[in-house]
């Protein structure tokens, strides 16, 4: 006998999960372990026909074979069937969404993930196995995810949540119901018992977190204290609520907690209790009220951490302007350090703050040149280092201002924006230096990628890494690896670019890891960088931690000595955003001030800051390469910053060799069509490809990836550059004089522009000549290709139809490669002819006569090569 059954006082998500549960397991018996809460009795009182729900007393413990656990993991929740989890022979299979704790059963098979309710991971296995559910079945899934996840509001709710109560909804899940039973009428005793907790409550702050402990004591039991708990937490309004309830002979402790600072789970953990950082409980049996009361306040001190304050997330030192400080200036100076705003100083005393808004009105009115203290905020609010987020937040919203001086003792210490709150609010500030990736609702949840380090690099490089860190710590710096290998890592992609950044001197980093490895050191004295080349032909680029501005929009950026921060600011897509630690204690920490991590997961590109594609415009280029690249896409906000850029023509702003290097690497990616479709749906093909009808050449951008991989497996073309390949695709519709505009438009040099004509003059005639081979010898069409670039190979395999038309270009190009004379000039002067130019004719018709069937052994290449010569001959001398 196979059985479902969950924790005593069984909950809506403690049904759901069990009537799942068994649409997995068809011919299984629920069994309830104990009482059930109100809300599911009354439940079952009308539903009990329709599912049916048996008690320990129906059925016999001994005959289980098989126990499938729900919305528990938890021995001591289980009751009489407790006894099972040991019982020889019986197979254990646990699903379950609160975290694991000491002494929690194991299961041969589980599916323990934090999501907001057990319902939705059992909802995700019917889905998996397209099982049907009816509109009742849907119903009943409906509530236990809208009870735990307090109608998708809670914050342990998750997207998977959501996705699974639309589910149900579609299978005709009734609202009508779920309401019902989900927003039932308080009972008497139920009101009873709020006024007593309501009467009982005592306020607390410990470390800076306030919270609010309620009691009772009671002679019967009464049940729906989570549900009481709760409205508590809406009276309340603090960020911590804890009910102590004696009832039953046990006391029952609830908690719901709204800050990431307190975790009601490891609070209650001390009590024997478990749950969720945001929602946990306990029951304790044989104690007073009294008691447990004073064991909470212990273990709250123990484990509630101090909330994050204004120091820990505001910027510093703080640049300032004057109140003379013209409005373009103080416009340059937000510019160039990506600010929203600035404080005015006077006399060492902030007496204003101006904003980027400000300054747009300004310069809009065309009043740049006035000062900013005829724009500036003058009614200042600030705060000091030490105030807690939430106070800050209150004072933004009351105020409505999106910046906040930061004063210490009347002196300016820092500032601290909108933005900075907002990031705390959503988990992504979690240390005063270094933001380490939260667990929030992603799959991977690394803090440290160490191991993934180890896997996926190659031993080299993660010998070159720990050097670098032995390095550091003898250097007395900080030093990590950023950019794109720490996304491509994370992405499972391989990277073996190595881009170092240093909290230090980054060229003596460079030339100490030189050192190490007999390497030798490139320096870069203005731009503060190293490039270290390795014997072996690796190299690393090794660069001071620095700050980039721009001195006006699309300017190539000057360089300031900075922070890992500002270093991390300066780049291009919070993907691109991510630094890991190299530093020996603590190598392979992540750092992600951004939310990169979380970007990648969602799949979106997307920049730090509004202003990126005004700063280095050729941006617009690169987001789209990283976007075909991955299959992401371009985060709807920058994606309407990128039209805007494309509308307000900011490409033009750039030197054409800039564009091209980003176009190079473009047409240099696997399938650079998708990525030139984007640039056409964007508005930036006519910009640069100018007299390029795109809709004419599209089809072969699209087929060209399958024509290189063709080629590459005939191992004909070696040198093949595929930018090029790609450039000659792009352009194959267009006359000479498109194509030359073009070459000269981004400088490509004569030798890749003569590339360029010879390929585009003469790749429809090979095309046409393959397309009727049986009437053209071998020798007139290697002729015709041989002087063409191999690159123009591809294309012309697009434009042959048939079998036989692609065995010949395959066979023209190994000839060209591989068959060659087996004779050479030093045969044809052992003959008795004088050397010279006739030897060069000589061989070139002897490969001719090879490629036309004409000659096969090397004696016959000797007796066509005399008769050559010898007819050559007879005709000079007759002259």
Known sequence: MDIITTHTNADLDALASMVAAQKLYPGSIMVFPGALLKNVEEFMALHKDTIYVRTIRDIAPELVEKLILVDTKTPSRLGKLAYLLDRPGVEVHIYDHHPRSEGDATGRFEVVEMVGATTTLLVEKIREKRLQITPVEATVLALGIYEDTGSLVFSNTTPRDAEAVAYTLANGANLAVVANFLWRPLTEEQRELLKALLVSAERYNINGIKFLIAEADLDQFVGGLDLLTHKLVDFANLEAVFTVVKMDGCVHVVARSSVPEVSVKDILGMLGGGG???????????????????????????????????????SSPVKTVAPETVIE????????????????????????????????????????????????????????????????????????????????????????????????????????????????????????????????????????????????????????????????????VESLDLDLVVEGDGVEMARALGRRYDARVRVHPKFRTATVLFPDGRQVDVATARVEFYQHPAAMPQIETSSLHQDLYRRDFTINAMAVSLNQNDFGDIIDYFGGREDLERGLVRVLHNLSFVEDPTRLLRGVRFEKRYAMNLEPQTFALAKEAVRSKMLERVAMERVWEELKHILSEPRPGLALYRLQEIGLWDYLFPGVDYKQVRQVLDELPRSLRVIHTWDLAEQLEPWLAYLLALLSRSDADTAGAICRRYHLGQRWTDRVHAGLSGWQDVADSLQRAQQIQMSDLARRLMPLPEEVCPLILTRLTGNAARAQLRQVLSAINYDQPSITGKDLSGMGFTPGPAFKLALDAVWQARLDGLVRTRQEELSYAREYLAAYEGVINSV
């Open 276 to 314: 969720h950082p945001a929602a946990a409980s306990a029951v304790i049996k044989n104690s007073q009220v009294a008691d447990v009361v004073k064991l909470l306040l212990a273990a709250i001190r123990q484990k509630v951490k101090p909330p994050v304050s204004v120091a820990d997330i505001m």
């Open 329 to 492: 200036e103080a416009g340059r100076i937000m510019l160039r350090y990506g600010h929203t705003g600035l404080p005015v100083i006077k006399d060492e005393q902030v007496v204003g703050v101006i904003s980027r808004r400000d300054v747009e009105k300004a310069v809009h009115h065309g009043l740049g040149h006035a000062p900013v203290k005829g724009f500036m905020t003058g009614s200042l609010v600030s705060v000091g280092p030490e105030a807690t987020v939430a106070a800050v937040r209150e004072l933004m919203i009351e105020h409505d201002i999106g910046r906040l001086p930061v004063l210490q003792e009347g002196k300016l210490v820092g500032i601290v924006s909108r933005t900075d709150v907002l990031r705390t609010l959503h988990g992504d500030v979690q240390s005063k230096h270094y933001k380490v990736y939260s667990e929030k609702s992603f799959k991977y949840h690394y803090k440290n990628i160490r191991e993934l380090i180890y896997r996926s690099l190659p031993e080299a490089y993660i010998t070159i890494l720990e050097q670098v860190g032995t390095i550091a710590n003898e250097l007395g710096c900080r030093v990590f690896a950023a950019g794109g290998i720490v996304r491509d890592l994370l992405l499972g």
